[in-house]
């Protein structure tokens, strides 16, 4: 199992930056993809970015050029670096941990870590 801890979240102004860091503990051997999602109130939950194994990144078109996804070189802290915030970005974000398997007796891994807010006021 893995587990996900989210931190970093808070309230800034539009244009302000937060940067959000999720720690990954337990059998992170086995994730293949990491990602943020987020979800504001009355929608759904969405990707924000992800990387991949190796090392592959994808952003919604919303957050290019304005958010940075990294990790550590252990692979075990995931980042989100935001800038130029908007009030649009406002939202729970959330850390996802995904593995397809076999690994360790796993099969198709998916592990969430809890949230923490995000909000930008105008």
């Known amino acids: 199992q893995v587990r996900l801890v989210e931190s970093g979240g808070g309230s800034v102004h539009a244009g302000g930056s937060l940067k959000l860091s999720c720690a990954a503990s337990?059998?992170?051997?086995?994730?293949?993809?990491m990602g943020w999602y987020r979800q504001a109130q009355g929608r759904e939950r969405e990707l924000v970015a992800d990387i991949n194994r190796g090392g592959e990144i994808r952003y919604t078109d919303s957050v290019k050029g304005r958010f940075t996804i990294s990790r550590s070189s252990a692979k075990s802290t995931l980042f989100l670096e935001m800038n130029s915030l908007e009030p649009e970005d406002t939202a729970a974000y959330y850390c996802r941990a995904e593995g397809v398997g076999p690994c360790l007796g796993l099969y198709n891994m998916d592990w969430w870590g809890e949230g923490t807010l995000v909000t930008v006021s105008s």
């Open positions: 337990g059998d992170i051997i086995c994730i293949s993809v």
